[in-house]
């Protein structure tokens, strides 16, 4: 069994600067921040290639234009040398998706209403929770 490491990246959508709010930037922008995030514990030399999974995103219009904004991103942040792809699946047919939905849901139970019951379970494999437009340091857990 794979090692499982929970990096979770807090937005609170309201305290972004106007010119972020539309979804377009604002979500690659986050991704990128993650991946910035992630990415900085690895040594980058040894990595060949990062695969970007996300959920289906059911408006084709939309779906053209987040994949184009989140390698436009991937492309900014990552050395030449890396290769990048970015898929989409439907989360109800991808394990690692459901994983990451779990997880993510559990987090925010936590954080939006104080109930770590959930949390509680994926606990020893969260390595970070950083609260992105909170000023201060970063929660580690």
Known sequence: MGTLRVDSLIVEKSKAGPALRDELQFYPKMLGYLLKYLLKDHLLRDVEEVIVITDTIPVKKK??????????????????????????????????????????????????????????????????????????????Y
């Open 63 to 140: 779906a053209k234009a987040v994949e184009k904004a989140v390698k436009e991103t991937l492309t900014e942040m990552l050395p030449d040398q890396i290769k990048y792809r970015v898929l989409h699946h439907a989360s109800k047919s991808s394990f690692g998706l459901q994983v990451a939905d779990y997880c993510n849901w559990a987090i925010f139970r936590k954080w939006e209403r104080g109930d770590t019951r959930s949390y509680d379970l994926i606990r020893s494999r969260v390595k970070s929770e950083f609260e992105i437009f909170r000023t201060g340091t970063r929660k580690y």
